[in-house]
């Protein structure tokens, strides 16, 4: 007696992780820490009740300049890899779909509380400054949002964790399902770790 078996492993979550390079990194650490001080002289930089536990938060920096180079880059790696039926069946991204990106500056101690992004499409984040312990930096991370899969977790082969993390690097970008709960664990090191986070929308009737 014989007998064949295929297994479909339905429903993944995809999570696009992408190590770049040739962004001008310290440049943008440059500018996240002169918004913050701005925001600090003007008295607006308290970020209470967003998912911020301590560190910096700043308000949307789609309207000012010096993101141009960030911006294509997010681009490029969307329309290249991931639309166009590679992963998505959205058509060309464009720039006008940019949400809002904001910087955040987590120092030693600080973390962001899980939360998703409503009303957006994708989300991410890049890395233009991180800790030489990049590990205890605090990593991005991810829970398993087909919440019955942990009443069997010991019998589902690929994952056998609720969650899981991407550790921080500079120059790597991040993107992710904006409806994927997530959150930051804390940085436990002594230096600042910045990083730039951001929405895309779907795109409208064209």
């Known amino acids: 007696m014989k007998a064949s078996m295929q297994v479909l492993e339905l429903f993944p979550t995809p999570v696009f992780v992408v190590q770049t390079q040739g962004v001008d990194n310290e440049e943008l650490a440059r500018q996240i820490y002169a918004i913050r001080d701005e925001e600090v002289a003007a008295g607006i930089a308290d970020k209470t009740g967003l998912s911020n536990y301590g560190g910096f938060r700043s308000y949307d920096l789609l309207p000012l300049p010096g993101f141009a180079q960030l911006k294509q880059l997010v681009l490029r790696v969307l329309n290249e890899c991931m639309v166009k ?60 949002p087909i919440l019955a899969r942990t009443f069997t977790r010991s019998f589902y082969r690929n994952v056998q964790a609720e969650a ?32 730039i986070a951001f929405n895309i929308d779907h795109a409208k009737a064209r």
């Not at 060309?92 to 957006?120: L, Y």
């Not at 120059?171 to 436990?188: A, Q, R, T, Y």
């Open 85 to 144: 039926g590679a992963w998505f069946a959205e058509p060309e991204v464009t720039e006008a779909q940019f949400g809002a990106m904001w910087g955040v500056i987590n120092g030693k101690g600080h973390a962001n509380s899980p939360h998703n992004h409503p009303g957006s499409w994708i989300s991410g984040v890049y890395y233009p400054q991180v800790p030489a312990a990049k590990e205890r930096a605090g990593s991005l991370c991810f829970r398993d």
């Open 164 to 195: 899981a993390s991407v550790v921080p690097e500079v120059g790597k970008l991040i993107m992710f399902p904006s409806w994927v709960e997530h959150h930051v664990g804390p940085n436990l090191t002594d230096e600042d770790r910045i990083a």
